[in-house]
């Protein structure tokens, strides 16, 4: 079913060439959400992404894609002056999606390698947490949200539970969190919803990226009752959910989608 076909809407995608955040982009396509994608990669990593791309092209919808730091200030006005001109007056952003991987993983105490610092953590709760509100402000300002937006961003368990190496990025997810729930609270008489969901244990690269990713992989499935890892598809398929009119009146949580990976 195509229910977002010639509705003139758009999914904005932070982050959106690969894990959560390219399945978010193929499942709303799919649906008939236009979609723009910002990411930041590198050349070798380019006629992978555009393979990726050319898939999400082929579901008859208006593609667009940013390779640019989302981070940078200059950056984030030159690509909504874009977007404003791409969309005119009769488009409109329904979803943002923040499916933002950018941390430090170093441990608070080493013997050798190097440790945590203030800066680092300066830099992860910046990229992974404060930019989803800096992007909503932005995109808020320029008109470009429609009447019933939804605004999305992914968590992870470690927002409550200590792991090794996540200090930052904890801090980062707990962030995230806050920004949401106030977000929910400070734009809702402007239409906008804002939620949050903590996405299980899920094989992309920024798990592995994490020391001991194939312990906590083999520790989650003796855990996850349905004895598998979440997949992207499994949390692209709760954004697409979400941003339905019957998940009108939901905003301000933090959903679990983990197959009940957090009952035990």
Not at 25 to 32: E, P, S, T, V
Not at 176 to 205: H, M, P, S, W
Not at 239 to 263: C, Q, R
Request: charged content about 25%.
């Amino acid at each position: 079913m195509n229910e977002f076909k010639d509705k003139n809407y758009w999914a904005l995608i932070l982050g959106g060439s690969s894990g959560l955040g390219l399945a978010t982009a193929k499942k709303l396509a799919k649906h008939g959400m236009n979609i723009c994608i910002v990411h930041r990669n590198s050349r070798i990593q380019e006629d992978a992404i555009l393979k990726e791309f050319k898939s999400i092209n082929q579901e008859d919808i208006k593609f667009k894609a940013f390779n640019s730091d989302a981070f940078k200030l200059e950056k984030r006005r030159e690509i909504i002056q874009e977007l404003h001109s791409l969309l005119g007056d009769s488009q409109k952003i329904k979803a943002m999606v923040h499916s933002v991987a950018r941390g430090n993983l170093k441990p608070m105490v080493s013997e050798g390698s190097a440790e945590l610092n203030q800066d680092d953590f300066a830099l992860t709760i910046q990229a992974m947490g404060i930019s989803l509100y800096d992007w909503t402000k932005a995109i808020f300002e320029a008109k470009l949200f429609s009447e019933d937006a939804r605004i999305l961003s992914f968590t992870s368990e470690g927002n409550s539970k200590a792991w090794q190496n996540y200090a930052a990025v904890s801090a980062a997810k707990v962030t995230l969190e806050a920004i949401t729930r106030n977000i929910a609270l400070e734009f809702a008489k402007y239409g906008i919803k804002a939620n949050c969901i903590q996405a299980g244990v899920t094989d992309t690269a920024s798990l592995r990226m994490i020391p001991g990713s194939e312990k906590i992989i083999k520790y989650t499935l003796k855990r996850n009752p349905y004895k598998r890892l979440t997949t992207p598809e499994d949390v692209a398929n709760a954004v697409y959910l979400l941003t339905k009119d019957e998940a009108s009146w939901i905003t301000g949580t933090i959903i679990p989608v983990d197959g009940g990976e957090h009952l035990s």
